[in-house]
């Protein structure tokens, strides 16, 4: 479903009203209450608060891997209908590009091989396939790591392997939970800064989820999250 919104477009990422609402029983839960907010292209945004305050629910509606109970979602300009399974797919596909705290990499595979993967789950395979990977990977400073498998690798090089899976297919939006959390004070800020040069030179939305303070440094902007709906 394709919005017919003029400035739609000039959005990398915008959420309009999301209420999230999990049922189980008798028991009803309000996670989110009518949050809106938007990211710019090549805008740095920290999204901050307690546990239990709605972030990650909100981070993952981003995402199109939950569905609003109520409320609209529209990446790169497009209203994602979340009746739509196959819709929610190609979204989180072709437009969205995931980094999480604990790096999800395949253990048998190598940082090629693990970025590849993930362009071949996108329909791009072969040589050009390798090559892009080999080219995030560049990008991310581990030209010369491309052949290692994750346990040969520090936890700052398996986060920038995770970064250049995210980047395979040229996403508009970037999404990262507690990308910091396991990494050291020193690597943890080279990995923002990465994150950084990356929104900023390619123009791609970036939401990180955290409780790192370090993350302000690279934030164009922070956005505090508490009981399900944002700080004024």
């Known amino acids: 479903m394709k919005s017919d919104r003029p400035e739609a477009t000039t959005k990398a990422l915008e959420v309009l009203d999301v209420v999230k609402v999990f049922e189980e029983g008798r028991q009803r839960v309000e996670v989110l209450k009518g949050v809106s907010m938007s990211v710019e292209p090549g805008e740095v945004v920290a999204l901050e608060g307690p546990s239990g305050s709605g972030k990650t629910t909100l981070l993952s509606i981003m995402g199109c891997i939950l569905t609003p109970t109520e409320g609209l979602v529209r990446v790169a300009g497009r209203d994602v209908d979340p009746r ?43 040589d050009p396939a ?58 943890g800020r080279q990995v923002l800064e990465l994150f950084r040069d990356v929104a900023k030179s390619e123009g791609k939305g970036l ?26």
Request: hydrophobic content about 40%.
């Open 84 to 126: 739509r399974e196959d819709e929610l797919r190609t979204v989180r596909r072709e437009s969205i590009g995931f980094v999480f705290q604990q790096y999800n990499l395949f253990p048998a595979l190598t940082a090629r091989e693990n970025v590849e993967y993930a362009l071949n789950v996108k329909g791009r395979r072969g």
């Open 130 to 187: 390798r090559r892009e990977a080999e080219r995030a990977l560049v990008r991310v400073g581990l030209g010369d790591r491309m052949d290692f498998l994750p346990r040969d690798l520090s936890g700052g090089q398996k986060q920038r392997v995770a970064i250049a899976r995210a980047l395979a297919g040229s996403p508009r939006v970037l999404l990262a939970d507690e990308p910091t959390a396991n990494l050291d004070t020193t690597v």
């Open 207 to 232: 939401v990180v989820v955290t409780h790192d303070p370090k993350v302000r440094d690279v934030a164009d902007r922070v956005v505090g999250i508490s009981d399900g709906r944002l700080a004024a």
